[in-house]
């Protein structure tokens, strides 16, 4: 078993955490590797010395014999990124949450060993999660990006944007405003929540649109199904495009075409034991909390 580590700056990594992820790991007999950015921080709050051959960048390949866990440590846009560097690895991915919402990393702090007891055991629930690939010439690279939460079209600027959209070839509007967002059903309570979409639960197969900030009034959320094709033509009189899947952003210029579909990789996620996404959702979002009376149930 080998336990592939993952943090990224700005997170508030704590001393005694992070040591007792590596007693575990040697307690257990893992091997185990880290990404650069932390393993700066590692050597710095437990004194032991990260090897180069323990060390990895952008990208991690995982032999397919390998057993291995994805440890995300953070929030959720660090497990974003760590998802994004197994350049599309079917491993179990766990988060421990170091953040504020946390809905994909749901372990709490003090859940380490647990989580590395349902890793001993075997135990480690894990849900298949869908994903996006999105095709354009994002600056004459072909390359396809992918997307756990979502793709999102933006203006950047004064002035709006008009985002002409087609799915499996038929017209479904021009949207005109500040953007639109194609979202997983995972992505349904990131971005596309705050912009008004709808929240769908991870085993739905589907795909949501969601307009921002429309100029239009009367422009919904629609949710498609997870097999269409979308496509995206986008125009801009004085705003400049971006367009970003996940975390990475991209400049795209007037008269740009993007297509969006349900990518081939999916990711694993692990969820914790008798912890439903309801009960996360319930937990999260604080429904049912009447906050007069010290955030007890109504």
Known sequence: MKIILFSRRGVAHAADEVRLIFERIETLGYDWAVNEEFAGTVEELTGRTVAPERRYGKRMTLPQQDEAVLLCYGGDGTLLEGIQRLDGAEIPVAGINS???????????????????????????????????????????????????????????????????YIDGQMVATYCGDGLLVSTPTGSTAYSLSAGGPVVAPSCACLILTPIAPHNLTMRPIVVPDRSEITLRLHTRQARISVSADNEAFRVADGACLTIRRAQRRFFLAVAHNISFYDTLRNKMMWGVDPRSDRKPL
Do not use: K
């Open 99 to 165: 953040g504020h919402l946390g809905f994909l990393t749901s372990a709490p702090q003090n859940g380490i060993r647990e989580i590395f007891e349902q890793i001993r055991t075997g135990t480690l629930r894990c849900e298949a999660r869908s994903m996006l690939e999105v095709r354009s010439d994002f600056g004459g690279e072909e390359t396809p990006r992918h997307a756990i939460n979502e793709v999102a079209v933006q203006r950047q600027g004064a002035g709006m944007i008009a985002v002409e959209t």
